[in-house]
Nanobody
């Protein structure tokens, strides 16, 4: 059974940092992609960042470039999202998703992922 478990969400002030973690289990190989998505109240879910674990290639939503960094620890089966210089508009529930079909590249489209975590709340106060 595939499981993704996010952690690290919290309430912080604008300008502060958080690191989200996503532990992935149930995949019996490391060549897949993981994406981080977020959904704010009243808004559609959007892709924030993704990483292809096969070659380490990454993608970022324009509004988080230079502030967020995605990384992977294959030994721990964990993908991290380091979020610096947080803004109030980053407030959302953050989800990680994984899919073994995304072998050659990762994706910021949620429809490309079949496996999702339960989400972790990030609240940024200005």
């Amino acid at each position: 059974e595939v499981q993704l478990v996010e952690s690290g969400g919290d309430s912080v002030q604008a300008g502060e940092s958080l690191r989200l973690s996503c532990v992935v289990s149930g995949f019996n190989f490391d060549d897949y992609s993981v994406g981080w998505f977020r959904q704010a109240p009243g808004k559609e879910r959007e892709g924030v960042s993704c990483i292809n674990k096969r070659d380490g290639d990454t993608e970022y939503k324009d509004s988080v470039k230079g502030r967020f960094t995605i990384s992977s620890d294959n030994e721990k089966h964990t993908v991290y999202l380091q979020m610096n210089s947080l803004k109030s508009e980053d407030t959302a529930v953050y989800y990680c998703a994984a899919d073994p079909q995304l072998y050659y590249y990762c994706s910021l489209y949620d429809s490309d992922y079949d496996n999702w975590g339960q989400g972790t709340q990030v609240t940024v106060s200005s």
